[in-house]
């Protein structure tokens, strides 16, 4: 406990009036602070002073599975772990290694003990070593747990406590207003020694959901976090956390008790002695996505969900106007707080982050083109029985072979401007291993699978990679080499600070333009990037650069003179125009 605890115990007493108003918020609050900060952690005396000291412009994550690079020899996190050294040691400074737990489905998602690490990946001490070198993000799977789990096995022989823990519901009961991202049937029925009952399951029939109603539920994860962060981690990923809170006749998304769970997480982290970030995954509309970040009490990160399919429709359309029109209306992260910029992770290209942002005919059509391009489309249920596109599945490499006009020869100028327009934006850059690598679909993956995420959840033979990585005509090698050398550019630049100074640029739509302002303002970046296939000149004075500086595109090393009255842009060329280099 805090020694000048008044204050911590005033707002945990008043997150708990509001999570369990019918508990005794005295023993519950010792409860949590025992599962949290068990005997020998350690603890601040007063909360971590707002501010953006957790990130800085050198901070860069290649998200990636732990077996993502296997040889059939060794444990796949000594692999990764060597692949990042001997590849990106010195230009990236973490790694989200995705769910590295027993499973049973859904890739990891779908866990079965969160306690020890997959035996086929490695153990704690593999974990704790890449996190000894890198900065390690790890997933808190907290709305449900596999079937085949012990939880649910106790809970299906009435053994207490696990007897309260997943959340059940009646066949009768009105479900028509819950948001959900799949097509199954959200209940199962499961019989246990209690009689027959049915369990929610959001995601999928092995993937129950856990009933946060009881405060158990909480204590368990609050342990589970503190083994991550006694392993190392240093950026917890609380995994589907919008539907964490189940009330029957609500749409059981972003309910005020899911989000004071998540406020009372980041209150532990602000008195953690060790420094742990936050962050939320909710992958919805743009608005909704945007509330967790609560009023800097929440998340500390968030994703920018919206980003990745507003860059895709940007570049296969040849225009900026939605990319533009959505960015100038984006705020400034709050202070203590950073959007995650990315284009791809190991989901698909979500689809209801544009929802108000394209109109249905240009989701329509970028769903053609993905298609055109040997990508998938998942689907989700609609409250009427109908249903909507979920996801683009596709690897984002793939996803630029053409544009809406069809096939052509830009596809790694194409590419190479998706990624460039993520390392400058305002926030933390996060690039999926299979981005990095220019991995293509894997169509023989969703065959074996059945699951069309498969497409993008290539398993590299580490000889293989290798190879290809040492040949520099080959793709993959060529597209490692551009994004380590841009990312390396990138964070040298205090310009690119995740939260130093943003406004949007108004060039007209074949460009996404934004000027960054380094925190102590000694540096200025005009991050412009062509969107189109086309040459374009644009007007120095658009950029309104102060003459008497010396201005160079940090990308190209090509002088820019402010007196001249042109720049031209090659087919899908960006510039970083700056001041200080």
Same mark, same amino acid.
């Given at each position: 406990?805090?020694?000048?605890?008044?204050?911590?115990?005033?707002?945990?007493?008043?997150?708990?009036? *509001?999570?369990?108003?019918?508990?005794?918020?005295?023993?519950?609050?010792?409860?949590?602070?025992?599962?949290?900060?068990? +005997?020998?952690?350690?603890?601040?005396?007063?909360?971590?002073?707002?501010?953006?000291?957790?990130?800085? +412009?050198?901070?860069?994550? &290649?998200?990636?599975?732990?077996?993502?690079?296997?040889?059939?020899?060794?444990?796949?996190?000594? %692999?990764?772990?060597?692949?990042?050294? +001997?590849? %990106?040691?010195?230009?990236?400074?973490?790694?989200?290694?995705?769910?590295?737990?027993?499973?049973?489905?859904?890739?990891?998602?779908?866990?079965?003990?969160?306690?020890? &690490?997959?035996?086929? %990946?490695?153990?704690?001490?593999?974990?704790?070593?890449?996190?000894?070198?890198?900065?390690?993000?790890?997933?808190?799977?907290?709305?449900?747990?596999?079937?085949?789990?012990?939880?649910?096995?106790?809970?299906?022989?009435?053994?207490?406590?696990?007897?309260?823990?997943?959340?059940?519901?009646?066949?009768?009961?009105?479900?028509?207003?819950?948001?959900?991202?799949?097509?199954?049937?959200?209940?199962?029925?499961?019989?246990?020694?209690?009689?027959?009952?049915?369990?929610?399951?959001?995601?999928?029939?092995? *993937?129950?959901?856990?009933?946060?109603?009881?405060?158990?539920?909480?204590?368990?994860?609050?342990?589970?976090?503190?083994?991550?962060? #006694?392993?190392?981690?240093?950026?917890?990923?609380?995994?589907?956390?919008?539907?964490?809170?189940?009330? %029957?006749?609500?749409?059981?998304?972003?309910?005020?008790?899911?989000?004071?769970?998540?406020?009372?997480?980041?209150?532990?982290? #602000?008195?953690?002695?060790?420094?742990?970030?936050?962050?939320?995954?909710?992958?919805?509309?743009?608005?909704?996505?945007?509330?967790?970040?609560?009023?800097?009490?929440?998340?500390?990160?968030?994703?920018?969900?919206?980003?990745?399919?507003?860059?895709?429709?940007?570049?296969?359309?040849?225009?900026?106007?939605?990319?533009? *029109?959505?960015?100038?209306?984006?705020?400034?992260?709050?202070?203590?707080?950073?959007y995650l910029n990315f284009t791809a992770s190991h989901d698909g290209i979500g689809m209801r982050p544009v929802e108000g942002l394209l109109p249905q005919e240009e989701i329509d059509a970028l769903v053609d083109t993905v298609r055109a391009s040997g990508g998938l489309v998942s689907m989700r249920s609609l409250p009427d029985g109908g249903e909507k596109p979920y996801e683009l599945n596709i690897t984002y490499f793939d996803s630029m072979k053409g544009t809406v006009a069809g096939p052509d020869d830009w596809q790694m100028e194409r590419f190479l401007c998706s990624q460039t327009i993520v390392m400058a934006l305002e926030g933390l850059p996060a690039f999926y291993i299979h981005s990095l690598l220019g991995t293509s679909n894997d169509h023989a993956g969703v065959e074996k699978t059945g699951v069309n995420r498969a497409i993008n959840r290539h398993r590299w033979d580490y000889d293989e990679l290798r190879t290809a990585l040492a040949d520099p005509e080959s793709v993959h090698a060529r597209v490692l080499a551009a994004m380590k050398d841009r990312i390396s550019i990138r964070t040298r630049q205090k310009a690119f600070h995740p939260n130093a100074t943003q406004f949007t640029l108004h060039l007209g739509d074949p460009f996404f333009g934004f000027w960054r302002q380094s925190i102590n303002r000694d540096q200025s970046v005009f991050a412009i990037h062509n969107v189109t296939d086309q040459a374009i000149t644009l007007s120095a004075l658009d950029i309104n650069l102060i003459s008497g500086e010396t201005w160079v595109d940090l990308l190209s090393g090509e002088p820019i003179d402010p007196s001249e009255g042109e720049i031209t842009f090659a087919p899908y060329q960006c510039r970083w125009i700056s001041n200080r280099h």
């Amino acid at each position: 406990m805090p020694k000048n605890s008044s204050k911590f115990n005033a707002k945990l007493t008043s997150l708990l009036d *509001q999570i369990y108003p019918e508990a005794d918020a005295s023993a519950l609050s010792q409860q949590i602070v025992d599962a949290f900060w068990p +005997e020998g952690s350690m603890v601040r005396n007063r909360a971590r002073p707002p501010g953006n000291t957790l990130w800085d +412009e050198t901070d860069t994550l &290649v998200i990636t599975y732990g077996n993502s690079i296997v040889d059939g020899v060794h444990k796949p996190l000594d %692999l990764l772990r060597h692949f990042l050294e +001997e590849n %990106l040691s010195g230009v990236i400074s973490g790694v989200h290694i995705l769910p590295f737990f027993p499973f049973t489905s859904d890739d990891g998602f779908a866990v079965t003990d969160y306690t020890v &690490v997959n035996s086929n %990946l490695g153990s704690w001490s593999d974990v704790s070593r890449i996190a000894s070198e890198f900065r390690l993000m790890s997933d808190l799977v907290l709305n449900h747990v596999s079937s085949f789990s012990t939880w649910f096995q106790e809970y299906r022989q009435g053994h207490a406590p696990y007897d309260r823990f997943f959340f059940e519901a009646d066949p009768e009961d009105d479900v028509s207003m819950v948001v959900r991202p799949r097509t199954s049937p959200l209940l199962r029925e499961v019989e246990t020694t209690m009689g027959t009952r049915h369990v929610w399951c959001t995601f999928s029939h092995d *993937q129950v959901d856990l009933d946060f109603t009881n405060p158990e539920v909480l204590l368990e994860f609050l342990r589970i976090m503190r083994l991550h962060i #006694d392993n190392g981690v240093r950026i917890i990923r609380l995994d589907a956390v919008a539907f964490l809170w189940k009330e %029957l006749g609500t749409n059981c998304i972003h309910l005020p008790q899911t989000h004071a769970i998540v406020r009372l997480m980041r209150l532990l982290f #602000d008195y953690a002695k060790e420094p742990v970030v936050l962050l939320t995954e909710t992958n919805v509309p743009n608005a909704e996505n945007l509330s967790y970040f609560g009023n800097m009490n929440e998340a500390h990160s968030i994703y920018n969900f919206s980003l990745p399919p507003l860059i895709l429709h940007a570049l296969l359309n040849g225009t900026a106007k939605r990319l533009n *029109q959505w960015q100038m209306g984006m705020p400034p992260a709050q202070l203590g707080c950073a959007y995650l910029n990315f284009t791809a992770s190991h989901d698909g290209i979500g689809m209801r982050p544009v929802e108000g942002l394209l109109p249905q005919e240009e989701i329509d059509a970028l769903v053609d083109t993905v298609r055109a391009s040997g990508g998938l489309v998942s689907m989700r249920s609609l409250p009427d029985g109908g249903e909507k596109p979920y996801e683009l599945n596709i690897t984002y490499f793939d996803s630029m072979k053409g544009t809406v006009a069809g096939p052509d020869d830009w596809q790694m100028e194409r590419f190479l401007c998706s990624q460039t327009i993520v390392m400058a934006l305002e926030g933390l850059p996060a690039f999926y291993i299979h981005s990095l690598l220019g991995t293509s679909n894997d169509h023989a993956g969703v065959e074996k699978t059945g699951v069309n995420r498969a497409i993008n959840r290539h398993r590299w033979d580490y000889d293989e990679l290798r190879t290809a990585l040492a040949d520099p005509e080959s793709v993959h090698a060529r597209v490692l080499a551009a994004m380590k050398d841009r990312i390396s550019i990138r964070t040298r630049q205090k310009a690119f600070h995740p939260n130093a100074t943003q406004f949007t640029l108004h060039l007209g739509d074949p460009f996404f333009g934004f000027w960054r302002q380094s925190i102590n303002r000694d540096q200025s970046v005009f991050a412009i990037h062509n969107v189109t296939d086309q040459a374009i000149t644009l007007s120095a004075l658009d950029i309104n650069l102060i003459s008497g500086e010396t201005w160079v595109d940090l990308l190209s090393g090509e002088p820019i003179d402010p007196s001249e009255g042109e720049i031209t842009f090659a087919p899908y060329q960006c510039r970083w125009i700056s001041n200080r280099h």
